[in-house]
């Protein structure tokens, strides 16, 4: 059973749009909603977080959105850059220091 | 002074045999946990340890092990390796309740 579904698994974006990925989440007891970004070689690195007791946080050119009753949250990227080519998973925990369950990934290009 | 180090970076062995990887951490972080990334780049948590607290997640096989000789280490010991084996696995630290976890490079482990 996948706890947490994102979509989509790739996207293609032109330098300076916007990529939007979306995550949707099963448990309710889940209360930390990290991205992480994966260059390849890599391991994954935090990006940004939420807490569900807000609906939107923003970072320089990265922003969550939560839709708590929803169950889903996203991420946006504002004027996406080559650089910001990667592979992008939002993930979900019981509480901000325990085991984190992953969405599938989304594989990230911005073309120049 | 990387704060998540791994090794080795790769291995590669024969189907049967009994192989370590280690990790480290120097961020002075009270849990670790072990991270397998298949093919898909899909990434699935293993372990968390916490205080000498193993949390296993319930599909992991008991082949594989992980083993704690301090608070900044924790190796992950697999015996009777499979093809199905083949992975990255990604080790990852965070000071319980506050949430970032910091991943490692990765090994890349190839069984034949």
């Known amino acids: 059973q996948q706890q947490v579904k994102q979509s989509p698994q790739s996207l293609i974006v032109q330098k300076g749009g916007i990529s939007i990925i979306n995550c949707a989440y099963e448990?309710?007891?889940?209360?930390?909603f990290p991205w992480y970004q994966q260059f390849p070689g890599k391991g994954p690195a935090l990006l940004i977080a939420?807490?569900?007791?807000?609906s939107e946080k923003k970072e320089g050119r990265f922003t969550i959105s939560f839709n708590k009753s929803a169950k889903q949250f996203s991420l946006h990227i504002m004027d996406s850059q080559p650089g910001d080519s990667a592979t992008y998973f939002c993930?979900?925990?019981?509480?901000?220091?325990?085991?984190?369950?992953f969405g599938g990934g989304t594989r990230l290009m911005v073309k120049p | 002074d990387t704060a998540v180090s791994q090794t080795p970076k790769y291995l590669v062995t024969q189907m049967g045999n009994d192989k370590s990887i280690k990790c480290e951490q120097n961020?002075?972080?009270?849990?670790m946990y072990w991270y397998k990334q298949d093919s898909k780049k899909f990434l699935k948590i293993m372990f968390s340890?916490?205080?000498?607290?193993?949390?296993i997640n319930e599909t992991v096989p008991n082949r594989f092990s992980p083993k704690s000789p301090d608070k900044a280490h924790l190796n992950l010991h697999i015996n009777s390796l499979e093809l199905g084996d083949s992975a990255v696995y990604f080790c990852?630290?965070?000071?319980?309740?506050?949430?970032?976890?910091?991943f490692g490079p990765g090994t890349r482990l190839l069984v034949l």
């Open positions: 448990n309710t007891a889940f209360d930390y």
């Open positions: 939420i807490r569900p007791d807000v």
């Open positions: 993930a979900a925990s019981i509480s901000a220091g325990n085991m984190l369950t």
């Open positions: 990852a630290s965070s000071q319980a309740l506050l949430g970032t976890q910091y």
């Open positions: 961020l002075g972080h009270d849990t």
């Open positions: 340890y916490n205080n000498k607290e193993l949390i």
